[in-house]
Structure formats: C-alpha cells, structure tokens
C-alpha cells in the first residue's frame, strides 16, 4: 500500500524500479489501477484494502475496512482488469444503449465505460429499492460499494452455494426486485444463481454491468432470458413450477 501515499511522480513505466515493475507484472496491481485505488482513500470509502474475496473473468473482488464517510464496516471493491480481452464481446450490451454512446477507444475505455455502467445501474436499483449492494464510488476500473456479508467480513454465499430456507418467499422477492428494476426502465441481464448473494435469507442481486435500459434492441430478450434462468433453477432445486409468460407480464405490467 506504500506506493498509494507515494506522492513522488513518475512519468513512464520505466522509471519504476525493477522490483516494483515485477511486483506489478506479477499481478498484484496494474499502475493506472493503483491510481484510482487511491481515490477510495482520499474520499475516505476505505482505510484498508484487504483480501480478495472473489476472483472472476473480467474482475476481481475485495474487502475493504471502511472509511469515514461510509456508514457500514465493510466495503466491497470490484477491480476490472484492464488487462482482460473478454470486454470486447461486452459491446452489444453497451451499443444501443443510449446512455453509453461515447466510448473511448481501447480496452481500458470499454472496462471504465463497463465501470461506470454498473455504478449508475447500481444507483438505479437502489433507488428504486432493490435488494442490492449500493453504491458508494466509482473511478477508471474501480467500483467500492455496499459490502453483503456478515459483521465479522465474511461474505455472503450465492444462491448456488447457500441454497435457500424458503425458496417459494427467495424467489418472490427476486422476482419482486426484477420488477422494481424494471419499473425503472432497467433489466439485469445475467441474473443466475450465482449473482445473488444469500444475506440472512434475503437474496441480494449483485453484478449489474450488462444490466440495460428497456429501450435495449435486446431488452425482452435479456428479461425472457433472466427470467427462465431463474424459474429454472427454482424448478430443478425446489420443485416449484412457476409459468414464464404469466411472470413476464407480471414483471412488465
Ligand atoms: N457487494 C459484494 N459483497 C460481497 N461479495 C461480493 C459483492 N460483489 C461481488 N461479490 C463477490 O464477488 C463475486 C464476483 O462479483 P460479480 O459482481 O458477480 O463479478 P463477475 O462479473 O466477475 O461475476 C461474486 O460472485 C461474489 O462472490
Ligand atoms: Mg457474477
């Protein structure tokens, strides 16, 4: 973390001493990342980075110890890698959405775009009062929000992992959330049992990157999708037969 309070300037890659070049190389952070780390200390989001808790394709998660300006003990931050390629295939999600016209070019453009996508989707369904974490900051690739988990920092399971006690009043809730969403014209678009997290045995929705504006060219495609998904799993696992259609309507009514 020393490097985060460095105030020293340096103008390339080069100028970096060897063992702080391999320490980068060898993956613990990318420069342009540790930079926007930073802001999460100086905004007082965190006074600690410290462990991963979830490695993914695209990004990576940790806990943090919170900062002064933020209410709860832990902070989730999801780092993006800029390194990743997998973004490319990512742009039909944010092509036609109107609120993402102005892409920059290059992959760090696409992850910061996709960043800055799911703080604002984020927003959008804690406004409209969804279960899900809320957000507190994002910058270049990194997005500090609402740590789900317990008081001691252990984090939620998924749904996939922990399962669910009362799975007809989980799915009533998940299928309420997706309907809050969409009554503010947003749709998830990857919901699975693994983007929820079982909090006290309330499902909470998470990942909301590829979520889309109803307006979307693919919007009822990504919500039929979301919603089989999820009456699927809940059909194998509890044996609770729910019909697509007669939840598609009553999601968009
Ligand atoms: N706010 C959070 N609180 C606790 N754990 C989280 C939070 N957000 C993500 N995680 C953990 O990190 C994992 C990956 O996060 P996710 O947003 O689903 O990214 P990915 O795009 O890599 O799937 C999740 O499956 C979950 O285990
Ligand atoms: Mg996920």
Redesign the pocket.
Known sequence: MSRMVSKRKRSSREDYPLSEQLKIEEGVFERRTMLHIKKLFTRNIISKLEFI??K????D?YIADHGSSVPSDFV?V?IFRLETSSFEKRTDYINGDPRFFRIKSGISGIVNEWCKKEYSNLRIAEAAGLHS?KPYLFNGNILA?????DSEGK??Q?LKAAGAADPVNALDSILEDMKKLYSRDLIHGDISE??I?MKDEVPYL??F?QAVVKDHPKAEEFLKRDISVILSYFRKNYGISRNEDESFKQITS
Not at 56 to 59: I, Q
Not at 145 to 149: A, D, R, V
Request: proline content about 8%; overall charge negative; hydrophobic content about 40%.
């Open positions: 808790i979830a993914g394709k695209e990004a998660v989730a999801k974490p929000m609402e740590f789900i988990g984090p939620s998924s693994y983007n997290l998470i990942d990157g």
